[in-house]
């Protein structure tokens, strides 16, 4: 479950596994790959797929026992084997295909005063669960600040942008940096690939915000300053569903 909101029951589900022989392999062959994937702490995949093919959604499960034979016969008399498992959802919510949306500076408006580039990024959410975004930058070549949105989250009452979009500043990052924003509150804020500090600069300031579910498109504000044209977000979007 997520910090904050309801608590979610497991994702409990029965598998009845068939394994078979192919052309080119024997049963057993099958068989000793499915209990790769059944092992004891190893993660798998349920993927289901609409007839029509044009829509999936996947399910992140690990196995809870092990599995029982689902027949006492010999297997090697029609190259068949069943077995029955009951697994569990390492995240109870099934995910669509994730949203994704970029963003370059030549998109957006240029102000010479502070060399900044004021633009928008389009955020989305089909499911029908909340979530959270990730950000990331491409390699830099020159010196960029980038500012983003705190989803749709404005400053209360009382505070001195009463009103305004809440937002985080990320520390300047230098030429050859790569970085990942991630909004969700148990994830490291910013991380950068050469694995330098950077998310010490910003002082524990975390985002607080998610991406409400049922989100039609919609643009956030996005400022950076310095950059070039080639500067390059991207953001992605997790679209979770509860059926």
């Given at each position: 479950s997520q910090p904050g909101l309801d608590r979610v029951n497991e994702r409990s589900v029965k598998l009845t596994i068939i394994?078979?022989?192919?052309?080119?392999?024997?049963?057993?062959?099958?068989?000793?790959?499915?209990?790769?994937?059944?092992?004891?702490?190893?993660?798998?995949?349920?993927?289901?797929?609409?007839?029509?093919?044009?829509?999936?959604?996947?399910?992140?499960?690990?196995?809870v026992v092990e599995p029982e034979p689902g027949r006492t016969d010999d297997p090697g008399?029609?190259?068949?084997?069943?077995?029955?498992?009951?697994?569990?959802?390492?995240?109870?919510?099934?995910?669509?295909?994730?949203?994704?949306?970029?963003?370059?500076?030549?998109?957006g408006t240029y102000d010479p005063e502070d060399n900044s580039w004021n633009g928008f990024i389009e955020v989305r959410n089909d499911g029908d669960q909340d979530t959270y975004m990730?950000?990331?930058?491409?390699?830099?070549t020159v010196p960029e600040?980038?500012?983003f949105p705190d989803s749709f989250g404005v400053y209360p009452e009382g505070h001195e942008k009463e009103g305004q979009q809440v937002t985080h500043t990320l520390p300047t990052l230098g030429p050859g940096k790569e970085f990942l924003v991630s909004t969700h509150p148990l994830e490291e804020t910013l991380r950068v690939r050469?694995?330098?500090?950077?998310?010490?600069?910003m002082r524990a300031e975390d985002f607080e915000f998610w991406i409400p579910a049922h989100t039609?498109?919609?643009?956030l504000?996005?400022?950076?300053?310095?950059?070039?044209?080639?500067?390059?977000?991207?953001?992605?979007?997790?679209q979770a569903y509860d059926p």
């Open positions: 394994t078979e022989a192919t052309d080119d392999y024997p049963w057993e062959v099958s068989d000793d790959l499915c209990w790769q994937v059944l092992a004891p702490r190893e993660f798998f995949v349920l993927r289901m797929e609409s007839r029509d093919g044009l829509e999936a959604r996947e399910l992140n499960l690990r196995r008399e029609d190259q068949k084997m069943k077995w029955v498992s009951t697994v569990i959802g390492h995240d109870p919510f099934w995910y669509g295909p994730e949203f994704t949306s970029v963003l370059t500076p030549s998109e990730e950000i990331a930058g491409n390699e830099i600040t980038w500012t050469d694995d330098s500090q950077e998310w010490a600069k039609p498109p919609s643009l504000p996005v400022k950076v300053v310095g950059g070039t044209a080639d500067s390059e977000v991207t953001v992605y979007i997790p």
